[in-house]
Structure formats: C-alpha cells, structure tokens
C-alpha cells in the first residue's frame, strides 16, 4: 500500500499537467489570499452600489472583450513553429486594435444610449473607460495564450501578481485618501489592467505598440486558414460570456445596483478559490491536451478531480454563509450569502467544465458547443421571463437548469474526443 502512495505520488509530481498546475496555484495561492484578506477593509469603504457598479461595468466591458480578437488568441497554440504562432498573435493584436476604435465610435455615439440600457449613473466617467477596459482585457488574454505557449508561467503568475497588488493599492488611495466612490473601483481595474499587460508585453518580448497587421489581403488569409475561431468560437464567447454573467444585467435592470453589488461580491468570494484552481489548471491543460496521447482519460480524470475540489470548497459557504458573510464582510453584506446559496450547483459545475472546455476549440469543434449555448442561452432567458417576479424560484431555476447543461456538455465532449481517439487508432492500424 505504501509503495503504491509512493509511486502515485512520483506519477503526479513527474507529470507536466500536474507540475505546472502545482506551481501556479502555489503562486496564485498568494494572490488570491491577499484579495481575500482585504476584501473585508474595502466592503467598508465602498458600499454594495459601488461594487454594483462596478460588476456592470466588468460585465460590459469583459462582454465585448471576449470576442475583440475575433478567438485568434486561442489558435496561437496550433502551429507547430513559434514563428507562424507570433503571426498569430500579430492578427489577434490587430484585430483587437480594430475593435477598440469600433466601440470607441459606439460608446461616442451612443452615450445616452448605453447609460440607460445598463442603468448606469448619469456620468460619461463610465461610458469613457469602457473602450480602455476592453482593449487592455483583449490584450490580456493574447498575452496569456503566447506565455502558455511559451511555458513561461512563471511570468504569467508573476503578471498577475502584478495586476492584483495594484488594483488593491489604487482601490486603497481612490476610495480611503481620495474618498471616490465607484469611480475608485472602476479606475483602479483599469490602471492596474494596463500596468500588467505592459508588464507582460515586456517580459515576453512582445511589442505592445508593434507588429500589427493592415494587410487586407494577409489578414483575409488567416481569417480563411482559421474560419471556425470567426465563425464559431467568436459568437460561442459572446453567447458563453452573456449566459455566464447575465445575472449582472438582470439584477442591474430590475433591482438597482445594491442587489447587483450584492450578487458581484458573492461571486468574488467564490470565485477566489475557484478560479485560483481554474486558472493554475486551464493555463496549461489547453497545452497539455495538445501533446497527450491518452485525451479521453485526461479530461475525465480533470472533470471529476475539479468536480470534487470545487465542491468540498463550497460547503461551508453553503451550510454557514449567513454566519461567514456577516463575521467578514459586514452586517450589511448579508444578502451575498443568499446568492451563493442560488448559485451552487451551477457555479460548481461550470467551473470543472470551463476548465477543459478548450478541447473543443482544439478540435475546432466549436459549432457544437454554440448550438448548445444558444439553447442554454434561450432556457435562461424563459426562466427569468416566466418567473420575473420571483427573484429566489428564478434563481433557483437557473443554477439547477445551468448544471445539467454543463453536464451535458462534459458528456458531449467525452464522446467527441472518444470518436477522435477510435479514429486515430483505426488509422494507425
């Protein structure tokens, strides 16, 4: 028996998915522990309408974000020579830059327009940012996929590091010296955003104000070349990013800010931990699952582990909420303790799957997964139509509903790369 611990124990130490994955959650331990330990000084600083606000304006900005490089970051990963994937990372820069002067124009034109859609407060201080936000974000998540290529996690940690330490110092002098109110919180994101890419662009060797494409003809090339990520993943994260965090829009809309700031630092707590596992793992699981010869017993093995993990983590939250919430966030941040309750079944599962869900844009398989989100997309918005009135029962609904369809995507995705593997193996032969 001992021998057998011993040699599991060498298996995972030895094994890259688990070693990598090790080695960024450790740091990303340290990351998350100081947002958690100071999330309580700043619930006292600024009210729950600020962080409602403030979750809007993520929603907003993270929404266009997703889809601003058309998906090409997420090919970066496919060719087998660095040179064709810095090509890659080139378009989605370019690509990026165009959708930042696109929604520029947009947020220009249509002020008015977007301040009354989000129930925002009657400022352009908003309305000015988005654009920034959304550009930087972009550029974040090709940075990611070009030092995950690269196995440079070290940096990526590092980057993150970065970012969170002065989110929290810019959170500390605009809100406590500066007495700012959401405008505190909403600044700090976007400069501290900024300072991490530059960071990274840095370290990495890419030029941040370089090397883009306006070529029309090459970049119609690309697009052709990799037709699914345009066609299919891009209209995928944009129906995944809006499925995911409608609630935001939902709770904004008809409950104000105070319930949506309510909901948004509910998430925070969760997703401290969840994410902190989420991110360690999926920075190199897309990489890994790449290079694996056994695809089907990888994701399965990550499904189940991630199911468990996210579980037993949410336990105490969800017997003991109401008592945690009040200890550490305040008396007035009580109502947080309700939505993690709502949101358990679903926030569990779409962790474990979001984490592999990659596979599928391995695969280039993303029309599957789009016909699946449209489907989700469509149940979520009959729940809340139906049941508008009744904010707990469509909560309810919706974290049950939201569950099983994520399990169902698991089992889709089991079966594609099982088909994948069976014909692998009948070609060899």
Not at 88 to 103: E, G, H, Q, W, Y
Not at 110 to 123: A, E, H, Q, V, W
Not at 153 to 182: A, C, D, E, P, W
Not at 221 to 228: A, G, H, L
């Amino acid at each position: 028996m001992f021998l057998q611990i011993r040699n599991l124990r060498s298996t995972l130490v030895n094994s890259t998915l688990a070693g990598n994955s090790l080695r960024l959650f450790l740091v990303n331990l340290s990351i998350q522990a100081i947002s958690i330990l100071t999330l309580p000084f700043f619930t006292r600083i600024y009210t729950p309408a600020d962080y409602g606000v403030w979750g809007i304006f993520l929603f907003v900005s993270g929404m266009v974000s997703v889809i601003a490089s058309l998906r090409f970051e997420y090919a970066i990963m496919i060719p087998a020579s660095d040179e064709d994937a810095a090509s890659l990372v080139n378009v989605s820069k370019t690509f990026n830059f165009f959708f930042l002067i696109a929604f520029s124009v947009i947020c220009l034109l249509f002020k008015n327009y977007l301040i009354d859609l989000f129930r925002l407060p009657g400022s352009y201080f908003i309305i000015l940012l988005l654009p920034i936000n959304t550009f930087f974000t972009g550029y974040n998540n090709i940075l990611i996929q070009w030092v995950s290529r690269k196995k440079m996690f070290n940096k990526l940690s590092m980057m993150r590091l970065v970012q969170t330490m002065m989110n929290l110092l810019l959170s500390f002098i605009f809100g406590y010296l500066m007495h700012m109110k959401f405008e505190g919180l909403i600044l700090a994101t976007v400069l501290s955003l900024i300072v991490a890419d530059l960071y990274m662009a840095f370290s990495s060797g890419i030029n941040l104000f370089g090397g883009f494409i306006f070529n029309r003809q090459a970049l119609k090339s690309y697009t052709v070349k990799f037709k699914n990520f345009v066609q299919y993943s891009t209209p995928l994260a944009l129906l995944n990013y809006g499925t995911g965090n409608i609630l935001s829009y939902i709770l904004q809309a008809g409950y104000g800010s105070g319930v949506t700031g309510f909901y948004t630092n509910a998430q925070r707590l969760v997703q401290a931990p969840f994410s902190l596992i989420s991110s360690s793992f999926s920075s190199v699981f897309y990489q890994h699952f790449s290079k694996s010869a056994s695809r089907l017993k990888l994701i399965t093995v990550a499904f189940g582990g991630l199911l468990l993990i996210f579980t037993v983590i949410l336990l105490p939250l969800i017997f003991f909420g109401d008592e945690i919430i009040v200890w550490y966030l305040g008396d007035s941040w009580l109502q947080s303790a309700q939505f993690i309750r709502y949101l358990a079944f679903i926030t569990i599962l779409s962790y474990s799957m979001g984490s592999i869900s990659t596979l599928f844009a391995f695969y280039q398989k993303e029309k599957i997964v789009l016909v699946w989100q449209i489907i989700f997309l469509a149940v979520t918005l009959i729940i809340f139509i139906l049941f508008r009135n009744n904010l707990t029962l469509s909560m309810w609904l919706y974290s049950f509903t939201g569950g099983c369809a994520y399990i169902i995507l698991f089992i889709i995705g089991y079966l594609l790369v099982k088909r994948t593997e069976h014909r692998e193996v009948v070609h060899k032969n």
